[in-house]
């Protein structure tokens, strides 16, 4: 079944809760939560150094390719001047402005699309006539580009944060909702049986039982979401023209400011990258006692 | 049925009385119908313990989940006290064949143990009480911090054993419990199990594919043929009450209890294929 959930979002819940349950569990005795072993800590320090070392080397290529004529100074300005710019924006207020309307367009779109993905994948989830039901539409309307909703949106909603929005909640609501559905049906059939021999109520099996084997699941989605909102975000944006940085790039191109434009992108880039970093802080920090973050800690 | 023991130990439930009749279960599956148990009728007095022995696939599982109310039988009925058993009944726990996947990875050992007594609405106090009785009785008061996950085998099943004894169940059924612990675990398990029925004074019916195992554990041993199973030998296993894994083996009552369920366990293997030589088979 999971199989099958995979191959449908293309990308395997990065956590997959069967493998929590270990037939033979280490016969170690109640240790604490495995610290970084030495050989994790080695490894952890070349990892960030070459990190470094690749951004470092991405810069330079990217300084030399326009300084050594490989291509038009016009349509890739030296990294040095893009640098430039950003220290421009960082000092106006438009840019601020910018911004944070990008992170409220994809912070409420995002806050929406997971709690309606939520809550109708438990439901959904939960029953087997809704589920067999609704299959067939969420096939359908799923693969529906969410960009392609653009003319309805500034129809309906005009070029405003609602049409962002919409936009942004209809692409970050399916990574969530067919996560949470995946989770639901990994309830493993033992746990429930347990939990209904020992007289759980509905609520407290969803409570005690649906809902923690769903949160793997939900974890992955919401990072998944999280990232197409960003994308869905700044497109909007772009195309539309509503305000934020995307309406800004498109700004700074149409005025041919290209320096100033790349520099919008390495932003937009770099709150991808936040985006990232945030979703899996609130994965570890959720699911310390899944298997995926406890091997983790000990690899 | 006859052999219900009527010397029930420490106190008497009468509501603890579990009947099984003519219990028949057909799996249907897609293009695929099992039947797992074809006709099972016995009683097991309050107060009893009962041992079920039969071949793996006979629908040992299958049999537990009815009277525990998880399955609902295609044909029959099981009857707890004086009531039918239509879904899981209060006052009964099971400590399942899978107890790895039972225990909820999510909560630490003392919540596993405390959640089925915050369902059944116990006080706080009462609760944490219970809780480090039972794994204390287990031998794992010291565990109730850690996770499932952190403990071994052996300590995950005592677990599981202490949430049914925590519980303060009338009724407990185990499903091979000890099937995948190691020796020396396993006796302790099985000593643990009598001492505690024994203090508690609740019905068990407890299975295995152990014959050693049913002959020291039982006060009887129910021997279930091979699928489509019926209810093929039912011995009343009159060893003394208090039994000592070395001492209680070396009786020469324990060879012969056990000689005599070896060959109605090697007889149900059997059992259909002479039934269907006579012309009474319609094995799947
Ligand atoms: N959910 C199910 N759907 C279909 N068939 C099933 C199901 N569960 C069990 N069976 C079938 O019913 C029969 C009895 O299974 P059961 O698990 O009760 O046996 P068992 O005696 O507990 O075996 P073991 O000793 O190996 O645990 C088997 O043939 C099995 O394939
Ligand atoms: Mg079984």
Redesign the pocket.
């Known amino acids: 079944m999971r199989v099958h959930q995979r191959a449908d979002t293309g990308r395997p819940p990065a956590l997959s809760p069967a493998a929590d349950r270990p037939p033979d569990p280490p016969a170690t005795a109640v240790p604490a939560p495995a610290a970084p072993s030495a050989a994790a800590r080695l490894r952890a320090v070349p990892d960030a150094a070459l990190g470094v070392l690749g951004i470092v080397l991405f810069a330079a290529v990217l300084e030399l390719l326009p300084r050594l004529g490989a291509v038009p100074a016009k349509y890739l300005p030296p990294f040095s001047e893009m640098l430039g710019a950003l220290g421009d924006e960082l000092g106006s207020g438009a840019f601020w402005t910018a911004l944070l309307d990008t992170v409220e367009g994809w912070a409420y779109g995002l806050a929406i699309a997971v709690v309606a993905g939520t809550a109708l994948g438990l439901v959904i989830g939960s029953v087997e006539v809704l589920r067999k039901a609704t299959a067939s539409t969420i096939e359908f309307l799923r693969p529906i580009p969410s960009v392609a909703l653009i003319p309805l949106a500034v129809l309906v909603l005009g070029t405003g944060l609602g049409s962002t929005l919409l936009l942004v909640v209809y692409a970050a609501f399916w990574p969530v909702l067919l996560q949470v559905l995946g989770g639901v049906r990994d309830v493993d059939p033992v746990a429930r049986d347990t939990a209904v021999g020992y007289g759980f109520s509905p609520w407290a099996r969803l409570r005690h039982v649906v809902w923690p084997t769903t949160l793997p699941y939900l974890m992955t989605g919401l990072r998944l979401a999280a990232s197409v909102a960003l994308i869905l975000t700044v497109s909007s944006q772009l195309i539309i023209g509503s305000p934020g940085l995307g309406s800004e790039i498109a700004r700074a191109q149409s005025s041919n400011a290209i320096p100033r434009m790349y520099a919008l992108v390495l932003v937009a880039g770099a709150l991808g990258v936040c985006v990232n970093v945030l979703a899996r802080a609130l994965e570890r920090r959720v699911l310390s006692w899944h298997t995926s973050v406890r091997t983790e800690a000990r690899a | 049925m006859t052999g219900t023991k009527a010397a029930a130990p420490a106190t008497e439930y009468s509501a603890g009385a579990l009947a099984v009749r003519g219990v028949r279960k057909v799996?249907q599956?897609s293009g695929?119908t099992?039947e797992?148990v074809r006709d099972l009728t016995f009683t097991v007095g309050a107060g009893d313990l009962a041992c079920i022995v039969?071949?793996?696939?006979?629908?040992?599982?299958?049999?537990l989940k009815c009277v525990a109310g998880l399955l609902a039988p295609t044909s029959g009925e099981v009857r707890l006290g004086d009531a039918r058993v239509q879904g899981p009944p209060p006052g009964m726990a099971v400590v399942f064949?899978e107890y790895g996947r039972s225990l909820f990875p999510w909560m630490t050992v003392g919540a596993n143990v405390e959640l089925p007594l915050k369902q059944k609405k116990i006080g706080k106090a009462e609760r944490a009480a219970l809780v480090a009785q039972a794994l204390d009785s287990v031998g794992l008061q010291d565990a109730p911090a850690a996770y499932p996950w952190q403990l071994s085998g052996g300590m995950q099943q005592r677990v599981a054993i202490a949430r049914a004894i925590a519980y303060e169940p009338k009724v407990l059924l185990m499903?091979?419990p000890f099937a995948a612990v190691d020796a020396q675990t396993r006796a302790e398990l099985e000593d643990l199990t009598r001492s505690l029925w024994r203090k508690l004074g609740m019905t068990v019916l407890f299975?295995t594919?152990d014959i050693d195992e049913a002959v020291y554990l039982g006060e009887r041993v129910l021997v279930l043929s091979a699928?489509p199973t019926v209810v093929m030998e039912d011995i009343d296993v009159d060893l003394p009450a208090e039994r000592e894994q070395l001492t209680t083996r070396a009786l020469p009552r324990f060879a012969e209890l056990r000689a005599a369920v070896y060959g109605h366990v090697q007889r149900a293997k059997t059992f259909h294929s002479a039934a269907a030589a006579a012309g009474a088979g319609d094995r799947p």
Do not use: I, M, N, W
């Open positions: 799996y599956g695929r099992v797992a039969g071949p793996s696939g006979a629908g040992k599982t299958t049999l064949q499903d091979e299975v594919h699928s």
